[in-house]
């Protein structure tokens, strides 16, 4: 980044002046929230069971290599190569913090990466900062996730698909396109609010945390050495011109820690339960269920089949979302609606009223047609095809090293959520239409050439087809629903709801 805007909007240029921007920035961002103060002093005598040196050798293999390092400069690699000595050492480190739980301030240590995102990339606001933790600390932090997970799994609705074994957003894409299809088939109105949050992950107040998590009955032993690891933290960024001073985190989970998904799900989960989602009759009902939500992570969806319904769901979960310390961005909250609806205002600030809406990444329409993803798809995986242009003129990579690029790189973009699709005759024209245009681009072969599709699906031989691959994957994701016991995924898709057909 050559040059950065002050918090004026003036340009900065200096080395110097850039690295205090982004320190001014990140510390104001993650400044601490002045409420209760916390009152906790002392360890805890009564622990968990100790820490078993099995539990270490597993952490340290299952730790994702070839990845940055944190502030100390060591690498998991290292450890793993070290193999029994690095564990008893590593078992000798982590024992030490479980008794005492106290952590070493080089684990309490994160550096921040700027990385841009959409918008004008001189604003600090328009970077996520992505952090490097110690390597050696994520042993400790995979241990503690999976004590506390059978904790979280408990406390944890259905509904909830984020960072969860087993599910996903292909999940939460197929609950609502069969929500939207049965309601379309009944011909029930239905009215759906996604929420966006501002900076959700970076607003979570720390001593509120801990009351949630006592209150969710995670074990006090657990609560203190979490308490002991936020308190104290420290960051620094790492800009292009150097890296800036250590400053203090006060609020938000902490960034690369695998620990942050399960806390905030927690964090959220305790927002819902406050603003009575469970026990209030809004929503849709499917197969004698109520389903008023569908969440990932910080990805919130409100549904109703009234609009008084889901302006009431809202303004619940509004009330409850700013005690806790997390604010809706009302400029990206949308509201899409079958029915008829009204103009909304929420804080002076009217609330948008869309057809369609890209959730977790895959477009949805108020007539749950997927006519408008397939073409969204097929366009998405034209501009990587193009963008790999480069590597298809390399006249020193063989040809079934290039196919195996189009069915790694491109094919996955084009699939994306397709175990939900509807595909008509025509959808399915235009996939075979665009995985031979990726043929023809691959080998150079334009549309004016006398070749016939035969002949280039003979060259290229790529086994299955693009819509055999799409058929595959439905399938064995309708054997996956259909295996499990009481998900929400099969209550959706075989469930019935309430209302009459269209004559015919």
Known sequence: MSSIKDRNGMDLTEAEDIKKRWQ???????????TNPDNHDGVITDLEPDILECEVKWALESITTNKA???????????QILKDDAVKMLHSICQQIWKTQQWSQDWKRSVFIPI???????ECSNYRTIAHISHASKVMLKILQARLQQYVNCELPDVQAGFRKGR??????????WIIEKAREFQKNIYFCFIDYAKAFDCVDHNK?????????????????????????????????GTTDWFQIGKGVRQDCILSPCLFNLYAEYIMRNAGLEETQAGIKIAGRNINNLRYADDTTLMAESEEELKSLLMKVKEESEKVGLKLNIQKT????????????????TVETVSDFIFLGSKITTDGDCNHEIKRRLLLGRKVMTNLDSIFKCRD?????????????????VMYGCESWNVKKAERQRIDAFELWCWRRLLRVPWTARRSNQSILKEISPGISLE??????????????????DSLEKTLMLGGIGGRRRRG
């Open 168 to 177: 996903g957003t292909r999940d939460q894409i197929a609950n609502i396109r």
């Open 116 to 122: 841009p995102k959409k918008g004008n990339a001189k």
């Open 334 to 349: 949308k509201i899409m609606a079958s029915g008829p609806t009204t103009s909304w205002e929420i804080d002076g600030e």
């Open 468 to 485: 055999g691959m799409m058929l595959k994957l439905k399938l064995q994701y309708f054997g996956h629903l259909m295996r499990r016991v």
């Open 69 to 79: 390092s944190g502030c100390d400069g060591i690498p998991v690699e290292l450890f």
């Open 397 to 413: 990579i063989t040809l079934p090293t290039k196919v195996r690029l189009v069915k790694a790189m491109v094919f996955p973009v």
């Open 209 to 241: 945390l801990w009351t949630i998590l006592k209150e969710m009955g995670i074990p006090d032993h657990l609560i203190c050495l979490l308490r002991n690891l936020y308190a104290g933290q420290e960051a620094t960024v790492r800009t292009g011109h």
């Open 24 to 34: 001014e920035y990140t510390e104001e961002l993650y400044q601490k929230i002045f």
